[in-house]
């Protein structure tokens, strides 16, 4: 669709992000550290323009080992 021109863009997240920023988070509370009650892990706008960039390619095509 984003290639068609059907949609202008797409808001991707970064899933190993947002778990690695979740374990470092749950690692810290377990320690009695204080953390924040929200963490923000980003958002990226998927263009047609920016879409074969290799950090968002790396988004949406996700090496499945």
């Not at 320690?31 to 204080?34: A, C, R």
């Given at each position: 669709f984003l290639n068609d021109g059907v949609i202008s863009g797409l808001v991707v997240q970064d899933p190993y992000r947002m778990g690695y920023d979740g374990i470092k988070?749950?690692?810290a509370a377990s320690?009695?550290?204080?953390v924040e009650a929200n963490v923000d892990t980003g958002a990226n706008l998927v263009t047609k323009d920016n879409m074969k960039d290799p950090k968002i390619d790396a988004l949406l095509n996700p090496?499945?080992?």
């Open positions: 988070t749950a690692l320690k009695g550290e204080k090496k499945l080992n």
